[in-house]
């Protein structure tokens, strides 16, 4: 085939004509699915972005606590939620987990804490009764610290205190807790001033720490020289001075409770700082005690029995307490087979140098080792004094003894050996001995057979006498009674002439006028004789009682 005829039949193939591609038209089905997935994004995002901080708190045990139920409150506001609760690998405690808004990741501190609020009753007070309706939650005390976490350790009890009371912290150091505990009051002048937030025991076992909060503005009443004592229960003293009976409060009798002072002398005194260590006393006596920064240590050698001395009995000046007894031991003198009772007493000088006070103030003080020889030397001894006859305590006394023999103070000693003397009782027990020995001295046989034969000679001497008194009253006595019926005919006799007496004046008294002056003649003779008359009655009375008076006459009345 030629080429014209190949050209040809190309020619009569049509030729393409190029159109553009459709495009394809969304369906009105596939709208929901996308607007689905748009609002199921944006609430995913909506939920990422607004999710809170997830926590852990641990527990001791998940008493109460619901995932998805107890909520996370702050000052009674809900800040968030527990999402899970898991027990711990070592089956010890248990885990919360929980969920807080976002809002409340500042409250997330390092000292914040963490406890489950439930109802409680405890001694001083009644709390969480809105869980019994509103059931239990978690609460938060949002802590102080600029370090924050994650991770916390979840509180046995509610704190006693929030970290957003004002006030003050200090520690106490005390040799043992007695009844205190955790939210045991804090009193300054019988009034409520804090509480106690914890307590534990020293590393070395030789006492008690006890953490205290003060709330403002009671915190400025206490000062480095403020001294805190334990107010618990009642204290009941009975000494020389009666029965006493100490006590703060009601509710420091029943839960125990801490009060504190301060010297008003030095109220100058700035406010301690947080945190101050302060020495908490057993009892009042002990922590308002003048401070003595001058302590010397003595020995005293007694040689008769301490019975009734205690530690810390006072060593006494007339009334002054200048020391207390730290130490009673007990010696044996092998060589004598006696024993003697060494006391060691800590003895304050500062107390004996009164007098010198504007000496020292000029630049000149008195040694105490000086002053003392001095005082012995002219007979200061110490002695054991009974300090109250029901109890039998004793103290120890210092006074002055003019009549003690010479002795010195042992300052080679490594403790100087103060002089004593023998108290009142043993000085009362060797007389009352010396006594017995001369009774004993004496021929006590030889007596009582004198005495023996006296009483057998008075006994026949009481019977002579007996007999004497009956012969007199067998002699005498009749003729007594014809001496008494005489005196009495006598006296009927004097009566009847009184009445004719009387009879006649009362005639007389009818004729003369009442102005007469021998109307007052009569009646001062009819007193006279109304006078006899009354004599003559009680000597008859008389002499019927005692018709022996006629014969040995008138008895002398006892006075």
Do not use: C
Not at 293 to 322: C, W
Not at 456 to 477: F, M, W
Not at 494 to 514: E, F, H, I, N, P
Request: no cysteine; charged share 25%; glycine share 8%.
């Amino acid at each position: 085939m030629t080429n014209e005829s190949q050209h040809s039949d190309f020619s009569a193939i049509p030729e393409a004509v190029f159109q553009p591609r459709r495009r394809r038209r969304l369906q009105l089905v596939w709208i929901i699915p996308i607007i689905s997935i748009i609002i199921g994004t944006s609430l995913a995002v909506k939920s990422y972005l607004e999710r809170g901080t997830i926590i852990t708190i641990t527990f001791l045990n998940g008493e109460g606590l619901l995932p998805g139920k107890t909520k996370i409150k702050y000052k009674e506001v809900e800040i968030g939620e527990v999402k899970g609760i898991a027990i711990a690998k070592d089956r010890s405690h248990v885990v919360v987990t929980a969920e807080l808004a976002p809002d409340a990741e500042a409250l997330l501190a390092d000292d914040t804490r963490f406890w489950v609020v439930r109802a409680r009753i405890t001694g001083g007070s009644i709390s969480g009764l809105g869980t019994l309706m509103g059931g239990t939650y978690i609460g938060v005390d949002a802590g102080k610290s600029p370090v924050q976490k994650v991770a916390f350790n979840g509180l046995d009890r509610p704190p006693v205190v929030t970290m957003d009371v004002p006030g003050r912290q200090f520690v106490l150091r005390a040799k043992n807790i007695g009844s205190l505990d955790i939210a045991s009051p804090l009193l300054y002048r019988r009034i409520q001033v804090g509480e106690v937030l914890a307590y534990e025991l020293d590393k070395d076992g030789t006492g008690v720490t006890l953490n205290v909060f003060v709330r403002a503005p009671f915190d400025q009443f206490v000062k480095t020289n403020t001294s805190f004592w334990q107010a618990s229960g009642v204290d009941v003293t009975l000494d020389a001075g009666g029965i006493k009976v100490n006590t703060e409060s009601m509710l420091s009798i029943l839960l125990g409770g801490i009060a504190f002072q301060t010297p008003e002398e030095r109220n100058e005194t700035p406010p301690a700082p947080s945190n101050t260590v302060f020495t908490l006393f057993s009892t009042r006596e002990e922590a308002v005690k003048r401070p003595d920064t001058v302590v010397e240590n003595y020995v005293l050698i007694f040689k008769e029995s301490v019975r009734g001395l205690p530690i810390g009995a006072p060593v006494d000046l007339r009334g002054v307490a200048v020391g207390e007894v730290s130490k009673i031991n007990v010696e044996l003198d092998p060589r004598r087979n006696k024993f003697s009772m060494p006391v060691e007493i800590k003895f304050y000088p500062e107390r004996l140098r009164a007098r010198y006070r504007s000496e020292s103030r000029k630049g000149t003080s008195t040694d105490s080792r000086t002053l003392l020889n001095s005082l012995v030397e002219h007979g200061f001894r110490a002695q054991l004094r009974s300090e109250n006859l029901v109890t039998g305590q004793m103290y120890v006394a210092l006074d002055f003894f003019p009549k003690a023999p010479v002795e010195k103070i042992n300052w080679d000693k490594q403790i100087p050996e103060f002089p004593t003397i023998a108290g009142n009782m043993e000085q009362f027990q060797t007389s009352l001995m010396q006594i017995v020995q001369k009774i004993d001295k004496l021929p006590l046989e030889e007596l009582a057979g004198d005495a023996t034969q006296t009483i057998k000679t008075l006994e026949a001497t009481l019977k002579g006498a007996d007999q004497l008194l009956r012969n007199v009253d067998a002699v005498i006595v009749p003729e007594a009674r014809s001496v008494l019926t005489d005196v009495r005919n006598s006296l009927e006799d004097v009566r009847k002439t009184l009445g004719d007496a009387r009879k006649t004046l009362g005639g007389a008294q009818q004729t003369l006028s009442a102005e007469a002056p021998l109307q007052k003649d009569l009646r001062e003779a009819l007193r006279e004789m109304n006078r006899a008359a009354q004599s003559l009655r009680g000597l008859g009375d008389y002499l019927e009682r005692h018709p022996e008076s006629l014969i040995w006459g008138k008895k002398e009345e006892p006075r």
